[in-house]
């Protein structure tokens, strides 16, 4: 073979190829900014409905936002500096990017759609919103989700995965794409269940459970989708159980509603559940990041607490929380099981004590027997 000739042969292509492409004709493009969206300061949403609903109904800012104008103004403080651009042309302002996003997370509208709103393009939208999700994620996340020490884990009611505490905000998000793992394999290879499983997750030391001698490690809660552990109790299988192992299914279910809620309320919230997420993975872990921040920031904050999450809007002993009407249709589903059912002697002898717990005096909830009995 003349490797030589090839080479010469190869050269040649790529110089007609360079010559080609210098020679072809540029497209010029029609506009710098669509004619429709020039007058965006005047006629755009945020000029002409933000700033208005700011100033004069706080009701609908908080439908467009799921916050109050004072919480937002103070959500504007502190990832503002991060949002501001240098541009040749007139960057968007922080609070303008900040409302795109928040619309884009509360009403699950298309890209399409917000850009008309706002008179921006399109791919415009698109990149404010990435920008600000990370943004949200990076400023948010150590302030209302700090990794928990021994400490702030001894304070924590009711757990799941490491999410949630017993007022209903998320403690720990481990979000990833685990699709393509097998379901006896998501827990093993999530951080949360590496970190469970190698113990750097600082729980603090065993205690004796209330009125006993009997200690116990401190654990989080799961439903049957989760393997049993000495730190992650399970319910027990079956449907025809004695009285032991229905009672305890039934402490631990009132346990696990905390977390149910907890998601529940996030969901209703932020529309963007209600629809399949159109984007990258990257960026739809981002949206989930950002409105896990966004649940914590306005629970955390006072008179929009209430706003957000009304008292019937939570589980009740006595009646079912209103989000549970609101989110038939969304997209959120119940993992079918997360890790293998391999548990220890360890583990299962655990939860038969936390069983038996259960029905001695020290143990006993008022009115157990009776529900156990009519289910």
């Keep these: 073979m003349d490797t030589a000739g090839l080479t010469g042969d190869l050269l040649t292509i790529l110089l007609l190829r360079k010559i080609k492409k210098e020679n072809k004709p540029k497209r010029n493009r029609r506009w710098w900014v669509r004619p429709i969206n020039q007058d965006r ?15 004069y109904d706080a009701e609908w800012f908080f439908t467009y936002t799921r916050m109050t104008p004072t919480l937002f103004e103070s959500l504007l403080n502190m990832v503002g500096p991060h ?31 917000i850009a008309n709103g706002y008179h921006l393009g399109k791919s415009t939208v698109c990149t404010v919103i ?29 757990v799941l995965l490491g999410v949630c505490d017993a007022d209903y905000n998320f403690t720990f998000v481990d979000i990833g794409a685990y699709a393509s793992i ?131 809007y939570i589980d009740s002993d006595d009646f079912l929380g209103k989000w549970r009407q609101e989110v038939e249709g969304s997209i959120l589903e119940t993992c079918s099981r997360l890790g293998t059912n391999n548990a220890s002697f360890g583990a299962n002898t655990m939860r038969n004590n936390l069983a038996k717990y259960f029905l001695t005096r020290a143990g006993f909830k008022k009115g157990q027997i009776e529900y156990v009995k009519r289910t």
């Design 41 to 55: 300061e005047k006629k755009g949403d945020f000029r002409r409905l933000i700033n208005e609903m700011r100033l």
């Design 83 to 113: 949002l501001t651009k240098n541009s040749i042309r007139k960057a968007l302002h922080p609070s303008q990017r900040l409302a795109i996003t928040l619309r884009f997370l509360s009403t699950g509208d298309s890209y399409f759609s």
């Design 130 to 158: 990435q920008e600000v999700l990370e943004v949200l994620w990076q400023v948010l996340q150590p302030i209302v989700m700090p990794e928990p020490t021994k400490e702030k884990l001894q304070e924590i009611d009711i």
């Design 182 to 312: 097998g379901d006896g394999g998501v827990f093993a290879q999530s951080v949360f269940g590496r970190n469970l499983t190698n113990g750097s997750i600082p729980l603090p030391s065993s205690k004796e459970l209330p009125g006993t001698t009997i200690k116990l490690n401190h654990f989080f809660v799961g439903d049957a989708a989760f393997p049993l552990r000495e730190n992650l109790m399970r319910p027990y299988a079956g449907r025809k159980l004695n009285v032991v192992k229905s009672v305890f299914n039934y402490r631990l279910a009132r346990a696990r509603r905390i977390i149910e809620n907890t998601f529940g309320i996030m969901v209703a919230r932020w529309r963007i559940y209600f629809r399949t997420i159109c984007a990258a993975p990257p960026t739809a872990i981002n949206i989930v990041k950002a409105t896990t921040c966004l649940h914590n920031f306005i629970r955390m904050s006072g008179p929009a607490k209430e706003r957000y999450c009304p008292s019937n």
